[in-house]
């Protein structure tokens, strides 16, 4: 984690945020994220990201729900205690079914939401670097990182070329820490420009 | 290819008005940010007088015992159970509403999904009570738990539909308030960063898990909606089959019947629907919110309360027939001498005419438009489906195979229907801090779904569909790279 410079692009239309992302791309410049207030369909395509696996660890994690729930009953009323219920079979997997469902949805979803608020380092007292308080109201705030050889002025140029409502440079921490959102933060002992 | 989509013209606009994204956060997050009206706090305390009531009555319960209520030899099931169906079935609309109409892909949800979740959580939380205070004993509650214990250890019967219900329920619960407030981080993040006040800024922010609204975080946050959409689809239908199964699986007569899980699941979705038209109907008046609950979002929601109203109407009549098709003389007797008719024949006919006869007047497409009258029948269906659990429960118990001990009539304590009262109180509180609090309409999915469905762009987007239609055959040509296989319709 570390202080980083970004140059910050507003846009209120996604009609203009979209050929603005394709121009970026072409240009070659690194996004360092687009801030939406809802989902965009097709934003992430644009901008290159891959496609998430979430649902495929979900479906991991039903499967473990699944096992577990098959083979505990299976010991408890086979191996450990096994009770006689009006003579029917121990191995009783049709009564299990209703059990063995609900701890799967349980593990799946249950596991799902974890996965995911870890991925995108999400949790209470979390906090990130907000670069346009209305990037959750009405803005789509791209926002792009300048490396070492990066004209912040070309970058700038493209993005009022492109449309942007307002743009300006930030230097901030690009990764999390622990924090309230009612009081800034000091990060660093001395200040530092990446 | 292009990235607008176009919705037809027919379909009428899910938000009213000309909204701006930033006029949409406005208007709902405007509710939290100011000072309660006075018929809020109104509402609250009553509520909480209710929660009161409610609390004492299960005090009494526990320190007294399970006698404080008139359950009886044959009536060990009464108002506890009638009431624990009753509000579990009340919380499957919000579900329904938010994972299988995702799926159906219905715009329309976006309008109520997030208030119906809410009361799905609340509603399941009441439910719960019921099973619990039964037990007499609560503080062995825990019992129910598959843990290892001294006792052996002794496990509990994973054959037994009671077990089964333990963990259906605390399944439903956990997974709706997953949804549920997975779909809040986003809204809270948006009231953070709107807050004035320091207070404010940091309880939404706590709340809000430090969301940003990242392009990265939203792709996964529709994948995992979907997939807890996917796994709430068949959650929801298998809570209330397991419910039903706690009837359906024993050898009572009038409970012994293989058509409980689909009549129970249809009873449960009307329910819950006639339970979120109350709310909606007064939330969006004492709100203001008429602009994103619409009367198109009250037609659709009548619309699925007559089709389930009808199937719980085409069960009923299911029972009756295959209790004289049986030919069995106590399921007969049960059916035609002790449900219909005899001492609890009243809450047969009350429940038919408001589960069955009454709702079929929202056939009317003029009615099913009428705030006054889906408020009316809203509260209707609902005492309806209360009386359904209790014709079930009851009429079931009263006579059994001994007539010497057959109970001539079973009549509530006071602590018995304070029970119940307090879980109304309960219920009512939770929702008034709700919808204090937390943005009641989902606001990311409104404006998601603004650009295609909301009014003033829908008139923007006439003649929209023949220059759709123009790139997308013209793309197909490209395709096929074959020079005039398609014919272009130009005009």
């Known amino acids: 984690m570390a ?192 | 290819m292009s990235v607008t989509k176009y919705e037809s013209q027919i379909r009428e606009p899910l938000v009213n008005g000309d909204k701006t994204y930033g006029q949409v956060t ?34 009494r319960e526990v320190t007294y015992g399970i006698g404080q209520w008139n359950l009886n030899r044959t009536i060990g099931w009464g108002w506890d159970i009638t009431n624990f169906v009753w509000w579990v079935g009340i919380g499957h609309a919000g579900t329904l509403i938010s994972a299988i109409l995702l799926l159906f892909r219905q715009g329309w949800r976006t309008g109520v999904n997030r208030a119906a979740e809410a009361m799905t959580i609340f509603a399941v939380m009441c439910a719960g009570q019921f099973p619990i205070f039964h037990m007499g004993r609560v503080w062995m509650a825990f019992f129910t738990l598959p843990y290892p214990n001294t006792r052996g250890p002794l496990w509990p019967n994973f054959n037994s539909p009671l077990l089964w219900d333990v963990f259906a329920i605390s399944t439903y619960f956990t997974v709706s308030l997953l949804f549920w407030y997975s779909g809040l981080l986003p809204d809270l993040a948006t009231v953070r960063d709107r807050a004035k006040t320091k207070l404010r800024k940091h309880l939404y922010g706590v709340a809000s898990f430090g969301w940003n609204g990242s392009t990265k975080h939203w792709q996964r946050h529709e994948s995992l909606s979907l997939v807890l959409a996917g796994l709430s689809t068949p959650l929801v239908l298998s809570v209330h089959t397991i419910v039903s199964f706690d009837f359906a699986t024993s050898i009572v007569p009038g409970w012994h019947t293989t058509i409980f899980p689909p009549y129970f699941v249809a009873g449960a979705i009307f329910s819950g629907f006639a339970m979120v038209q109350t709310l909606m109907l007064i939330l969006r008046k004492v709100m203001g919110l008429e602009d994103y609950i619409t009367l198109g979002h009250i037609e659709a929601m009548n619309k699925v ?145 603004l650009k295609t469905t909301g009014e003033s762009f829908k008139n923007d987007m006439s003649g929209l569909e023949e220059k759709e239609l123009d790139s997308f055959v013209h793309e197909m040509h490209h395709d096929h790279h074959e020079e005039g296989s398609v014919k272009v319709a130009h005009h």
């Not at chain 1, 121990?90 to 249950?110: K, N």
């Not at chain 2, 939290?32 to 009161?52: C, D, H, M, N, Q």
């Not at chain 2, 801090?433 to 989902?442: D, N, R």
């Open chain 2, 305 to 449: 309360i007559v089709l389930t109203g009808s199937i719980v109407g085409c069960a009923y009549l299911t029972e009756l027939f295959m209790a004289w098709y049986s030919m069995v003389p106590f399921e007969q007797d049960i059916f035609f001498k002790y449900r219909i008719a005899g001492p609890y024949g009243w809450s047969y006919w009350l429940m038919m005419t408001c589960n069955v006869i009454s709702p079929q007047l929202f056939w009317f497409r003029k009615l099913r438009r009428n705030v006054l009258f889906t408020f009316v029948m809203s509260i209707i269906v609902n005492i309806g489906m209360w009386f359904e659990r209790f014709v079930i429960i009851v009429s079931s118990l009263y006579r059994d195979y001994l007539p010497s001990s057959w109970s001539i009539y079973y009549r509530p304590t006071i602590w018995e229907i304070g029970f119940y009262l307090g879980t109304f109180g309960f219920f009512f509180t939770c929702f008034f801090l709700f919808s204090k609090y937390f943005p009641v309409i989902a606001i990311a999915e409104i404006k998601y779904v």
């Open chain 1, 3 to 194: 202080l980083k410079k970004f140059v910050v692009g507003c846009f209120e239309d996604e009609k203009v945020l979209f050929p603005a992302v394709e121009k970026v791309r072409k240009t070659g410049y690194k996004f360092h994220d687009i801030y939406t207030p809802f989902p965009v369909h097709g934003l992430d395509k644009a901008m290159g990201l891959r496609e998430t696996s979430l649902h495929t660890a979900g479906f991991l994690y039903g499967l473990i729900g699944t096992t577990t729930a098959v083979t505990f009953m299976t010991w408890v009323f086979t191996k450990d205690w096994p009770m006689n219920i009006g003579g029917k079979p121990h191995f009783a997997l049709p009564a299990w079914i209703p059990i063995t469902f609900e701890l799967t949805v349980l593990c799946a979803a249950v596991g799902m939401v974890l996965t995911f608020c870890y991925i995108c380092q999400l949790a209470p007292f979390v906090k990130k670097h907000t670069f346009h308080p209305r990037a959750t109201d009405d803005l789509f705030v791209m926002v792009i990182e300048c490396g070492e050889h990066t004209s912040e002025d070309e970058v700038k140029a493209l993005l009022n070329e492109a449309g942007a409502q307002e743009v300006n440079t930030q230097v901030a921490e690009e990764g999390w820490w622990i924090g309230r959102y009612d009081q800034e933060q000091e990060l660093y002992k001395e200040p530092n420009i990446a």
């Open chain 2, 26 to 59: 406005k208007d709902i997050v405007h509710t939290i940010e100011v000072k309660p009206t006075r018929l809020w706090y109104i509402g609250f305390y009553i509520s909480a007088a209710l929660l009161l009531f409610g609390a004492y009555s299960v005090y």
